[in-house]
């Protein structure tokens, strides 16, 4: 589920967009009048949609937005005249005032973004550590000794096997090593 923050100068705003997100499905983590309170919720949590208005008493929405940890979007609604000042096209704007259905249909894009780039990210593979390429050389070069392998046909081995049980190709190779060794 993405963590959502609203966040407005005047609290009743912020409860308000809470009530009406929450009415229609949306999990609301926390809603704030100050930015630094914004950038405290976010960064106890992974990623999500910050909904704020332009200016709070301690900076303005640019200021917040750089403040924000990263796999945040910001999601600003101001009026017209304040939307036409704003740069940025990372960020997600709405005009006032606000229409419910609009507001709706716009997160419920901004949250299926963050869930695919969450599924994406969760598919590429993670960078090993120096003892898990150490043991996988390892067990490639005990492959290459005891069977008379290339590199190449130890590594697929070890990638075959690994598929085949189910496991980690660094378990596997700890298998092997501690089979041959």
Known sequence: MTS????????????????????NGFEVQGIANHA?????????LDAGIVICGYKFSDMVYQELN?????????????????????RGDEIMKLS??????ELLQTLGMMVNHLERERRRRRK????????EKRILNEAKAVLMERNNLTEEEAHKYLQKNSM??????VETA???LSLML
């Open 4 to 23: 959502i923050i609203v966040a407005f100068p005047k609290l009743e705003d912020a409860k308000g967009i809470r009530g009406l997100l929450m009415r």
């Open 36 to 44: 630094a309170a914004v950038i405290s919720m976010a960064n106890e």
């Open 66 to 86: 750089g403040y924000l940890p990263k796999g945040f979007q910001m999601l600003l609604v101001a009026s017209p005249q304040y939307l036409q000042q704003c």
């Open 96 to 101: 006032m005032p606000l229409k419910a259905h």
């Open 124 to 131: 590429q593979p993670k960078e090993r550590t120096d003892s």
């Open 164 to 169: 085949d049980m189910g496991r980690s190709m």
């Open 174 to 176: 700890q298998m092997i």
